[in-house]
C-alpha cells in the first residue's frame, strides 16, 4: 500500500465539496467526524470539505495507534500535516473543535504555508490552573477526572459526556455524545485523555501567525471564558467572538450560530 493510501485509510478522510480552496474539519476528543455535519453543508458550495478521524476514532485504523507517538498533542499535528501532504493542500482554513483546536495551532506553527486561517472553537491550551493563569481545573480536579475513566471509561462517559455538552433541556445532545464516547476505543481514549488534559501549549500561542477566530461559549464547563480571552490575548493575528451558545459543542447544539460567525470571519479575511 503506498503512503498516500495508507494516510488517508489511516484518518479516515474524505474529501467533498466544490471550491478550490480547502477547509479542514478537525473534531474534539472522544468524537469523530461526523460531529461536523451540521456544520459543513453551508460551505461545501465554496470550499473543497476535508473531513478526517483521529486514530481511535471514528473509523480512522486503530492499529496506526502508537503510544509514544501520541504522547503528545505533536502526533495528532502531524498526522493533520501528513494529510494535507497528500491532498497537496496549501492555505486551508483549518476548523478545530476542543482539543483539536490546539492540534491545528501547533500543524500551523510547524508549516506555515499549510493554513493561513484557523477557527479555533472552544479552545484549551491548558486545561489546569497555574499561577496567573485560570485553565478551569485544578491539578487534583484532572487527575480525578483521569481516574475516573481509567477505572470505568463507559461508566465516565454516560456521566461526563451530558455536563460537556450542557443543554440539559436538550437531552438528546449529551446522549449523542455519550454515545460517540462508547464508540472510541477505550484504551486509545484513556490515552488521548491523559495526552488531552495534561497538555500545556501556552508557549505555542504566541508562535502562531495565521489569522485565527477563537469562538468561545458563554457558559462552557471545559473552556471557561478565561481561556478563550487568555487565547486571544496570545494569539496576535486574533478575533474573538463570543456565541450566545452553551456548553462545549455549538457545534452540535448551536450551528446555525458557529456558521454565522465562521462566514463574518472568513468574508473579512478573503
Not at 495528532?76 to 493542500?89: F, G, M, S
Request: hydrophobic share 40%; proline share 4%; glycine share 6%.
Amino acid at each position: 500500500m503506498n503512503t498516500m493510501i495508507e494516510v488517508l485509510k489511516r484518518n479516515n478522510v474524505h474529501v467533498s465539496g466544490r471550491g478550490e480552496k480547502a477547509m479542514v474539519f478537525a473534531h474534539g476528543y472522544g468524537c469523530d467526524q461526523n460531529m461536523w455535519r451540521f456544520i459543513t453543508p453551508a460551505f461545501e458550495n465554496e470550499y473543497k470539505i476535508v473531513l478526517f478521524d483521529h486514530v481511535g476514532a471514528g473509523k480512522s485504523d486503530t492499529a496506526a495507534f502508537n503510544k509514544v507517538k501520541y504522547e503528545t498533542l505533536k502526533g495528532y499535528a502531524d498526522d493533520v500535516l501528513a494529510i494535507c501532504e497528500t491532498l497537496n493542500l496549501e492555505n486551508a482554513i483549518f476548523v478545530g473543535h476542543s482539543v483539536s483546536a490546539m492540534i491545528g495551532a501547533l500543524a500551523a506553527v510547524k508549516d506555515p504555508s499549510r493554513f493561513d486561517k484557523l477557527v479555533m472553537i472552544g479552545p484549551s491550551p491548558c486545561y489546569i490552573n497555574d499561577e496567573g493563569y485560570i485553565g478551569g481545573f485544578s491539578r487534583e480536579d484532572i487527575d480525578e477526572l483521569l481516574e475516573s475513566l481509567d477505572s470505568n471509561y463507559l461508566g465516565w462517559s454516560a456521566a461526563m459526556a451530558p455536563v460537556i455538552m450542557g443543554n440539559p433541556n436538550r437531552p438528546e445532545l449529551g446522549e449523542e455524545l455519550t454515545n460517540s464516547f462508547c464508540r472510541t476505543n477505550p484504551e486509545i481514549a484513556k490515552h488521548f485523555a491523559h495526552t488531552t488534559f495534561l497538555s500545556d501549549n501556552r508557549s505555542d500561542l504566541q508562535k502562531l501567525k495565521a489569522k485565527s477566530l477563537i469562538l468561545q461559549c458563554s457558559e462552557d464547563v471545559i473552556a471557561p471564558m478565561e481561556v478563550g480571552k487568555y487565547v486571544h490575548e496570545q494569539v496576535a493575528e486574533s478575533e474573538l467572538v463570543v456565541l450566545d451558545a452553551t456548553g462545549h459543542c455549538p457545534n452540535l447544539s448551536a450551528p446555525e450560530e458557529t456558521i454565522a460567525a465562521m462566514k463574518t470571519f472568513l468574508e473579512r479575511n478573503r
